[in-house]
T-cell receptor, first 111, second 115 residues
Framework: GQNIDQPTEMTATEGAIVQINCTYQ??????LFWYQQHAGEAPTFLSY????GLEEKGRFSSFLSRSKGYSYLLLKELQMKDSASYLC????????????FGAGTILRVKS | DTEVTQTPKHLVMGMTNKKSLKCEQH?????MYWYKQKAKKPPELMFV???????INESVPSRFSPECPNSSLLNLHLHALQPEDSALYLC??????????????FGPGTRLTVL
């Protein structure tokens, strides 16, 4: 089966750093994705990891440990516009390579 | 820049109506997806088209009927929907559903309300 866990909500302060964790259990792991979704809008692709390690893209970084079934999304220099839901999604080749989404983490950035 | 367009942005329909949602892309991506997203829930996969052929149907009720007339266009035909079908319907595109590096990019979605 598949199971993806993320915290439901997080709150952080503008200018700070926040780490959103994601743990997963899948039969045929074939990549992990992070998406950002503002309320009422479509998900926007942020990052992709398939090998262990850190991928950095501006203020956003994503880390993967396949042996631990663990990933995190790191957001630096938080801005108010970063308030959104962050979705962790895992591609599972045991299920036709479809993406399976976690429930999402609602991040609230306060001033 | 990846661009996926969806029309209409909003749709209100009665349970006896027939309507269609449209998704268009001109990036040459060969995988196209329909997702349904309810409020405060993650997207749920409905259908996958790979090279214009239906490859995955996630046991979606027959009142939803997908169609892929060509590599740029994906439709979702709706008939006899129920109020619980009200949701955000998202189209996504990807390069190759079998490639491990394939990334899905979402369109802006159609907000559907069934009365």
């Amino acid at each position: 089966g598949q199971n993806i866990d993320q915290p439901t909500e997080m709150t952080a302060t503008e200018g700070a750093i926040v780490q959103i964790n994601c743990t997963y259990q899948t039969s045929g792991f074939n990549g992990l994705f992070w998406y950002q979704q503002h309320a009422g809008e479509a998900p926007t692709f942020l990052s992709y990891n398939v090998l262990d390690g850190l991928e950095e893209k501006g203020r956003f970084s994503s880390f993967l440990s396949r042996s631990k079934g663990y990933s995190y999304l790191l957001l630096k220099e938080l801005q108010m516009k970063d308030s959104a839901s962050y979705l962790c999604a895992v591609r599972d080749e045991a299920y036709g390579n479809k993406l399976v989404f976690g429930a999402g983490t609602i991040l609230r950035v306060k001033s | 820049d990846t661009e996926v367009t969806q029309t209409p942005k909003h749709l209100v329909m009665g349970m006896t109506n027939k309507k269609s949602l449209k998704c268009e892309q001109h990036m040459g991506h060969r995988a196209m997806y329909w997702y349904k997203q309810k409020a405060k829930k993650p997207p749920e996969l409905m259908f996958v088209y790979s090279y214009e052929k239906l490859s995955i149907n996630e046991s979606v009720p027959s009142r939803f009927s997908p169609e892929c007339p060509n590599s740029s266009l994906l439709n979702l035909h709706l008939h006899a929907l129920q109020p619980e079908d009200s949701a955000l319907y998202l189209c996504a595109i990807g390069g190759d559903p079998l490639a491990s590096t394939d990334t899905q990019y979402f369109g802006p979605g159609t907000r559907l309300t069934v009365l």
